[in-house]
């Protein structure tokens, strides 16, 4: 006698992603910064969109803005739920990226996408907290640094919990995929 029980229906399925599956990490869990309007933003004020949260800063040659451009195109990707999709760029770079730098800048993607500048004292906490990395690299003057940083998106449920890790290169048509299982779970 075979007394095989199938459960396969009584399994919960989880989305394959693409993206590192960092569900219940204990980091990058929230933050409190000004928006370029100067408005206080939490992770709460985007409850109910999939937030991408990405650390950079405005004069980086090509990490931030191939980054910024491929989400703008994951945006138009997903159509009528491109709306349902919160970008978020943190600077690592507040002493140059002013509310006039970044506003300029993110409107250059997508006049949605939302810069959050933390103030030069906040970043060291914030970037530990979210362990992130960022170091300011001399030029050849004062004013000609650059940043080295992290170059990797957090991803977050509509429920503004931190879901997933894309490392950076993986290309607009992964991120797709994420931000529609996610949407669907």
């Known amino acids: 006698m075979v007394f095989g029980v199938g459960l396969y ?5 989880k989305p394959n992603f693409h993206a590192i599956d960092i569900t219940g990490a204990d980091y990058a869990k929230d933050f409190s910064l000004k928006d370029a309007d100067g ?3 939490t992770m709460a004020d985007f409850k109910g969109k999939i937030v991408v949260l990405f650390f950079g800063y405005a004069q980086c040659p090509d990490v931030c803005p191939t980054t910024m451009s491929e989400m703008a195109q994951v945006k138009q990707a997903l159509g009528p739920d491109g709306d ?6 943190v600077t690592v770079d507040p002493e140059r990226d002013t509310p006039e ?5 993110m409107g250059a993607f997508d006049p949605a996408f939302t810069a959050l500048i933390p103030t030069p004292e906040q970043l060291p906490t914030l970037a530990k907290s979210f362990k992130v990395y960022y170091k300011k690299v ?3 003057t004062p004013t000609s640094y650059s940043m080295d940083h992290s170059a990797a998106s957090f991803i977050y449920d509509t429920d503004g919990r931190v879901r997933l890790y894309a490392r950076y290169g993986a ?6 995929d994420d931000v529609k299982a ?4």
């Open 138 to 140: 001399d030029g050849k």
């Open 9 to 13: 229906g009584c399994t919960e399925s």
């Open 171 to 176: 290309g607009p048509q992964s991120m797709v």
């Open 101 to 105: 730098v970044m506003k300029a800048y």
């Open 39 to 41: 408005k206080t933003r």
């Open 84 to 89: 349902k999709l919160q970008v978020l760029f």
């Open 182 to 185: 996610l949407l669907k779970s």
